[in-house]
């Protein structure tokens, strides 16, 4: 069993920045392929970015491409999310997600049906 925590958001205007970060616990055993969805009220789960488990290869959807960034922290054995010139369109609980199967060593996982564990989500509110 994995437990993912995720922290960092929270209500700032548009324009504004903020962190996510990701905690992992449990079978922690090195790193994991590790992806950031989000889901707003009325809306499907969105895939937004993800950093693969060995080599540390990421991928970004569109429509966050440039402005936010995936990062891996060993030390702290977190995945962040880095997210800059935020708009009200961003507003939605934000989730990480492991994939712990080998196959998912040298990849990154897109797909959000592929991803073992998920964490609670923690909520980010954009203002115009």
């Known amino acids: 069993q994995v437990q993912l925590v995720e922290s960092g958001g929270g209500l700032v205007q548009a324009g504004g920045s903020l962190r996510l970060s990701c905690a992992a616990s449990g079978r922690t055993s090195g790193s994991y392929a590790t992806g950031w969805f989000r889901q707003a009220p009325g809306k499907e789960r969105e895939f937004l970015a993800a950093?693969?488990?060995?080599?540390?290869?990421?991928y970004y959807a569109d429509s966050v491409k440039g402005r936010f960034a995936i990062s891996r922290d060993n030390a702290q054995n977190t995945v962040d999310l880095q997210m800059d010139n935020l708009k009200p369109e961003d507003t939605a609980v934000y989730y990480c997600?492991?994939?712990?199967?080998?196959?998912?060593?040298?990849?990154?996982?897109?797909?959000?049906?592929?991803?073992?564990?998920w964490g609670q989500g923690t909520q980010v509110t954009i203002s115009s």
């Open positions: 997600a492991v994939d712990v199967s080998v196959s998912a060593s040298w990849r990154v996982v897109i797909n959000q049906y592929e991803y073992d564990y």
């Open positions: 950093i693969s488990r060995s080599d540390d290869r990421k």
